[in-house]
Every structure is written in structure tokens, then in C-alpha cells.
């Protein structure tokens, strides 16, 4: 122990587990590269205004759960609590969407918003996303959905449901926010705490929809004849929707239609999804995203229309542990090399870097450790030979390769030992 442990509502990704992150964020993000999207990286930090206009002022995001700050020139930044406003920030800021549309991006990193931790809920957590900018087609939406859908499925979970709606236009949204306002004004709330009503009642004001995914199962009852947005959509919103479900049949993913799926993002328009795994707990969401055609003109950009996702990788990680996924990780050290006094350190040091170099994973012992230590070592290591040599191996030209799960020792020529592990290991 030291004196200082890791905040609040983060942890340490240590190894082993940390190859299994690793993967997973490998995993998510292959269907992406399959799929024509180009890797994109932005600064961990934004200036506050755009996620408070991008992500919008009345989500819990940023009412409550960023993490804002004033840097010594007085600009006010804030750590990033989701990926897609800086993404657009960025593509509009270096012109992408002036060189051929859609642009398709994708990006891994890390995210923070202050919330209270609980399983599967941390303040610093991980996603890997996907975006395609500036065109608005069906087919791109069915792509992006189905592409999450193959991650998931790549990683080898088959306990991941998802949730699809649509959200409307600019055209039938505004109608049947007025039609949910009215629903919910009229609602009786008084059974919650003072706060919570006023809370609740603030948000009937601001932004309706948000009301609907309340997780409260007392406010869920109380919700029941509230009217859907899927029978208020136009005939394009209706339209452009069945063709995205079509193409999804097409392409042999299930979904189920939430009608009241709304997430927690002001952006979104259209095609909403969700993905969650019902072995998580309350924190079942796996990853999610939609159609946001208003954002870029939100921060200042062009019309834009455009969709995309996100999922967060420690809670897959979570869901491959509910499922009981065992991935198939790469082969850590292979060779162990346990030198015996100055000479054999200086010779297998050059063993072990030949190795390498030749693309077989090998360590070995450092730090004077004696025959037993280094042996204990070696089986820790994982590695499937270790190579022992001392004063009297070196003398005679050889070395003592042994095969670590036979126990078998044989003596091998110096000059032949790397062609010989490589033989063995093939
Ligand atoms: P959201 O932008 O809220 O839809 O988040 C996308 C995905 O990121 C979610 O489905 C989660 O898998 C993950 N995620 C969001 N917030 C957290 C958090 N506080 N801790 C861990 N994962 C999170």
C-alpha cells in the first residue's frame, strides 16, 4: 500500500485482465475497420460550451456529471464525457466533410462523468465508437447498427439484445413533444420526495422525452398511457425507419422495437438504439447510440445529418465475465531464459534478445535470482521452455532447454539453440 489509491470511482487495469481489455477494445473496433472508417483521436478535454451545446444543458451529463474546470488563461474546459460532439467538432474544424461525405470514423479512449459509482458505473471508463458524418440513407444507419451487432457477436457474447426506435424530425417531433408535455403535465407525481417531483417536473418543461426513460418503476407505472413518438411520426420518419428495420432483417440481426427508448443525449433524431446484456444489473446498457442530424448546426457547423454509436468496453468486459467468454488471448512469454552467474547473463541476454527480434515472445530472470527463484519465475511467466545455463553449460557450448509441462531437460548447442525453440514452438 501507499498513501494514495486510485479515485473514487475508477480502478487500475492491471495485468492479466488488462490483455483482456485490450482485446475486447481490438474486438470492437475490427468491424469498423472492415468498414471503411478511419481511426480518429481527440484531446481528452473540450471546451465546455460544446458539450454543453452538443450533448445539451438539461441532460444529467452535463447538469451534473462533468468534470469542469478553468485553466490558468481563464478558459473554461471540461474532460470529456462522451466521444461524438468532439469527433463532428473535429471533422468540421479540419474540413473532412468537404472532402466526399459520408466521412466514417472511429475512436477508442477514455471518458469521465461524475457519477455515483456502482458496479459497471465508473467516473473514468472506456468506449469505443463509431461515426458517419453527412449523409442520411438507411443503409448507413443498418451499417453502423449491424457492425456493433458484430463486435458483440465477434467477441463470442450471444446475450445482447437490441433496442430500436425512432425519435422523429425536426417535422413530427416538436407535435408530439407538445402531446407528451401535455400527458406528463397532467401526470400525478406527488407520491415522490418534494425534490424529486420539482426535478421531474423541471424536465416535463425542458425536455419531455427524457421523462420516459426515468428508471423509477413507480414513475414507469405512472407512464403507462403516455402516447408514443412512433405513432406520431411523419411518412419519411415512418419510411426512413422501416427501411432501416428491413435492412436489418436483411442482414439477419434482431432487434426489438422500444417505444420508449429515448437515451440520455439531447442529440438524437431518427434512428435511436441501445444494446444491453441482462446479466449486468442495473447498469445494463452495453453501448448505444443514433441519428443526430441537428448536432453539427448545434455547434456551429453546416447541416450535417449523421449517425453513430458508442460502447463501452469495461462493461463488455463485464458481459463476457456474465456469459462466461473466455477469449483467446495472445501467447504471453514463450521462453524463460535463467542464467546462472555473470557469463551466462551476458550470453543468454543475447539469446533473448535474438528471440525477440526473431518474434517469439521471451524474458528472463534478472536480478542475480538463484536456480530456485528463477524457476518459479519461469512457471509464473507462462512460458512453454525455459533455458538454464551456468559457469559449466557455457564451457561445454551448451545450454539446458527444458520443456516446462514435460519436466524433460536436454542439453542443446548454443549455436543451435534459436533454430531449435523455434522448431519446437511450431
Ligand atoms: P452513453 O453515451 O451514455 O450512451 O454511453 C455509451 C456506453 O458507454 C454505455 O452503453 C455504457 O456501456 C458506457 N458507459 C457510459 N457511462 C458509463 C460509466 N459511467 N461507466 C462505465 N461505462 C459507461
Keep these: 500500500m501507499s498513501t494514495f489509491s486510485a479515485p473514487k470511482g475508477t480502478y487500475d487495469l492491471i495485468p492479466p485482465d488488462s490483455e483482456a481489455f485490450l482485446a475486447v477494445r481490438e474486438a470492437l473496433a475490427a468491424p469498423a475497420r472492415r468498414a471503411g472508417y478511419g481511426y480518429i483521436e481527440t484531446p481528452t478535454f473540450e471546451s465546455t460550451a460544446l458539450f454543453s ?5 438539461s441532460t444529467d451529463i452535463v447538469s451534473k456529471e462533468m468534470y469542469t474546470f ?3 488563461g481563464g478558459a473554461s474546459l471540461s474532460l470529456r464525457p462522451e466521444g461524438t460532439a468532439s469527433v463532428l467538432r473535429a471533422a468540421l474544424e479540419r474540413n473532412l466533410h468537404k472532402q466526399g461525405l459520408p466521412v466514417k470514423l472511429w475512436y477508442s479512449g477514455s471518458y469521465y462523468r461524475y ?11 472506456s468506449q469505443v465508437g463509431a461515426e458517419a458524418l453527412g449523409a442520411e ?17 465477434g467477441l463470442g457474447l450471444s446475450q445482447v439484445r437490441l433496442l430500436l426506435n425512432s425519435l422523429g424530425c425536426r417535422a413530427c417531433r416538436p407535435v408530439y413533444r407538445a402531446a407528451l408535455q401535455e400527458f406528463l403535465r397532467s401526470v400525478d407525481l406527488s407520491f415522490l420526495e418534494p425534490d424529486d417531483e420539482a426535478d421531474i417536473r423541471r424536465r416535463i418543461e425542458i425536455n419531455p422525452l427524457r421523462v420516459l426513460d426515468d428508471k423509477r418503476k413507480a414513475v414507469q407505472e405512472r407512464l403507462a398511457g403516455a402516447p408514443l413518438m412512433a405513432d406520431h411520426l411523419c411518412e419519411e420518419c415512418k419510411a426512413y425507419h422501416e427501411q432501416v ?3 436489418l432483417t436483411d442482414a439477419g440481426v434482431r432487434y426489438e422495437d422500444d417505444p420508449k427508448l429515448v437515451r440520455g443525449l439531447d442529440y438524437y433524431t431518427r434512428t435511436t438504439f441501445e444494446f444491453v446484456h441482462d446479466g449486468l444489473g442495473a447498469q445494463s446498457a452495453v453501448g448505444g447510440g443514433g441519428r443526430y442530424d441537428g448536432l453539427s448546426e448545434m455547434i456551429g457547423g453546416p447541416a450535417l445529418p449523421s449517425v453513430g454509436y458508442a460502447i463501452g468496453v469495461d462493461r463488455t468486459v463485464l458481459a463476457l465475465a456474465a456469459e462466461g467468454v473466455e477469449l483467446t488471448l495472445p501467447a504471453r512469454t514463450r521462453v524463460y531464459a535463467v542464467p546462472l552467474g555473470e557469463e551466462a547473463r551476458r550470453t543468454l541476454f543475447g539469446l533473448v534478445t535474438e528471440l525477440r527480434r ?3 515472445a521471451a524474458d528472463m530472470a534478472y536480478g542475480g535470482k538463484g536456480l530456485k527463484g528463477a524457476m518459479k519465475s519461469a512457471d509464473r511467466s507462462g512460458a512453454a521452455f525455459a533455458v538454464v545455463a551456468g559457469e559449466r553449460d557455457l564451457a561445454e557450448g551448451v545450454a539446458q532447454l527444458k520443456d516446462l509441462t514435460s519436466g524433460e531437460q536436454t542439453p542443446v548447442a548454443l549455436t543451435e539453440l534459436v533454430t531449435t525453440i523455434k522448431e519446437k514452438l511450431s
Excluded: K, N
Excluded at 457519477?115 to 471508463?125: D, I, L, N, V
Excluded at 440513407?137 to 457477436?153: N, S, Y
Design 53 to 57: 451545446r452538443g450533448v445539451g444543458e
Design 70 to 72: 478553468t485553466t490558468r
Design 115 to 125: 457519477e455515483r459509482p456502482q458496479a459497471g458505473r465508473y467516473r473514468h471508463f
Design 137 to 153: 440513407d438507411p443503409a448507413l444507419d443498418a451499417e453502423l447498427i449491424t457492425m456493433a451487432v458484430d463486435a458483440f457477436t
Design 245 to 247: 428495420r428491413s435492412l
Design 358 to 360: 526473431a518474434g517469439v
